[in-house]
């Protein structure tokens, strides 16, 4: 392919005809000449950074169709709209549209800009004949990632998509992700074919977003602190469709309009309720994370979690909705040793050879958590960048925890825990290490044990933050019974050759969403 054959002043004339924008923003111009100039691209652009235009805008101005890839039909119609109403000729082809004959006659003809499909498509023989027959001007790959078993959302269907592309060796590919890691990187880079200098990264600081982290430790009056500070509409996500549906119901008592959103929901009442979301500027929806692909809402207030999100990716990418605008925002998540426990324990069904990519994942999410020191840094570090220690917009930043040196306590607790047989949940094993020889105690004669009465009264208190922490570093695992058993670091522990630094939080009303200065 020759280099770029489109003028800057052209493509800026086309960005304001079709979009109404006058400039690109950040990295969008650089992507969008690479593509132009028909080299193929990794864009890695976090949520809100514009990635649709970056496919769209050379798909009007390229010869032929832009065929895009994407992993989900709800989120192909919502595209499908936003294009459509630019004035962009679109189309989606899949299985619930009817109108597939006269969709593959309008590429045949030329008349279609950009063509929707998911990725199972590519492995039909029918749909490469159709395109070789017709004209295809670039592949657009959205939500990159899938093709990695280092994402966090590996979707074999995306490995169809080299040998289809593949077979088009002049037409070039954009990969789009707003979620990877430097592996993650690499790795789509390799699947999809891309060379490595097509690398384009957009800077993932969200400056005006206000991260705060904290255990849950009364979740329902946490969250209703976060609303009362955040006038503005917000986002609760929660883990599971009957949390979304209790906490819907209880968060009323905020005074302020609460719906739900999940995907067990009729299909109707979920595209009323993300309308209403929409159009509302005081509105909670509290949803699982089915809610927030491909909603244009710029000036969500808040996003709260109500427990840990599975990853880190997941934590920036559900938190970058908040705050599109840039107006001043906050993501607050509360977290809870469970949240640890059940991901450490779905370890034993992930297949053999992503285990370790998993276990990196949660310990990744677990020092975002523990950590006393900014949150921000810690984030963008993840992501490859290079920030400033400190941000000043994060609760670690805004108000220093202290540090305590637990490691002598975690000892004790955790040859407790070795001690009484690895079977007994939290609640007994802080009887025995603080002396209480009720029934159960005395029954087994764990009131004879070395490790009976040996926490003193100072050190008590930091038995329930220790045995949180010790689980979401995986040194205390669950078992089946739930009870703690000793796991990952706990022997280096015990022998003295690692440490247990304690983040004390705070103990003070609101710390989430406090606003600064009050
Ligand atoms: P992403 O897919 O990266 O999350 P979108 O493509 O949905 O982001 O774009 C986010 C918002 O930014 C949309 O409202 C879009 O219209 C707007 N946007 C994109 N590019 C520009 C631009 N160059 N100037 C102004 N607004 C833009
Ligand atoms: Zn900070």
């Known amino acids: 392919m020759t280099d770029t054959a489109f003028p800057q002043s052209e493509i800026l004339d086309r960005l304001h005809a079709v979009f109404g924008f006058n400039a690109f923003r950040g990295v969008q111009a650089d992507v969008v000449e690479r593509v132009l100039a028909g080299r193929s691209t990794l864009a890695v652009m976090p949520t809100g950074a514009g990635k649709s235009l970056t496919y769209q805008l050379p798909a009007v101005m390229l010869p032929g169709t832009c065929v895009v890839v994407s992993p989900l039909i709800a989120l192909m119609h919502d595209q499908l709209r936003s294009a459509t109403a630019n004035g962009i000729r679109a189309a989606t082809l899949t299985s619930v549209d009817m109108d597939r004959g006269q969709t593959i006659d309008r590429f045949l003809a030329g008349d279609l800009d950009l063509l929707y499909v998911a990725p199972e498509r590519a492995s039909q023989p029918h749909f490469l004949d159709m395109l070789t027959r017709g004209r295809v ?6 939500e990159a990632h899938c093709v990695s078993e280092w994402g966090h959302d590996f979707r074999p269907d995306y490995r169809l998509l080299r040998p289809l592309m593949d077979a088009f060796p002049d037409v070039p590919r954009l990969a789009l992700t707003a979620t990877a ?42 969250l209703m602190t976060v609303i009362a500070e955040n006038p503005g509409p917000g986002i609760v996500y929660a883990p599971t469709r009957a949390q979304v549906e209790k906490l819907s ?28 979301f929409v159009a509302s500027e005081d509105m909670v929806m509290v949803a699982t994370v089915a809610f927030g692909m491909g909603i244009d809402k710029p000036d969500v207030r808040f996003v709260a979690h109500a427990a840990c999100p599975k990853s880190i990716e997941s934590y920036y990418q559900e938190t970058g909705r908040a705050g599109r605008d840039g107006d001043p925002s906050v993501a607050v998540m509360l977290w809870g040793a469970e949240d640890f426990v059940r991901a450490r324990q779905r370890l034993a069904e992930v297949e053999e050879h992503r285990r370790a990519g998993e276990r990196t994942r949660i310990d990744a999410l677990a020092s975002l958590v523990e950590t006393p020191h900014c949150r921000r840094a810690l984030l963008l570090r993840h992501f490859g960048e290079n920030p400033p220690p400190s941000c000043g917009n994060c609760d670690n930043c805004l108000d220093a925890p202290r540090v305590t040196d637990a490691t002598e306590v975690a000892r004790k607790l955790l040859s407790a825990v070795y001690r009484t047989g690895q079977s007994f949940g939290f609640g007994y094993v802080e009887k025995v290490l603080t002396g209480v020889a009720d029934e159960r105690v005395t029954q087994r004669g764990h009131d004879q044990l070395s490790v009976f009465g040996i926490v003193t009264t100072d050190e008590a208190p930091l038995l329930r933050p220790l045995a949180r922490a010790l689980q979401a570093r995986g040194a205390l695992v669950a078992t089946e019974h739930g009870g703690l058993a000793l796991g990952g670091d706990a022997r280096a522990i015990l022998k003295g050759e690692a440490d247990v630094p304690l983040v004390l939080v705070p103990k003070k009303e609101g710390r989430p969403g406090r606003r600064r200065g009050s």
Do not use: K, W
């Open 137 to 142: 001007a670039m592949f657009a790959i959205d």
């Open 181 to 222: 890691d430097r592996h993650t990187r690499a790795d789509i880079l390799a699947q999809l074919g891309i060379p490595e200098e097509g690398l384009i990264v957009a800077g993932f600081d969200r400056p005006n977003i206000r991260y705060a982290i904290t255990p849950r430790d009364n979740p329902l009056r946490q």
């Open 249 to 276: 119901q209880q968060l009323q008592a905020s005074g302020r309009p609460c719906l739900p959103y999940h995907a067990g929901l009729d299909p109707q009442v979920r595209a009323d309720n993300q309308a209403r």
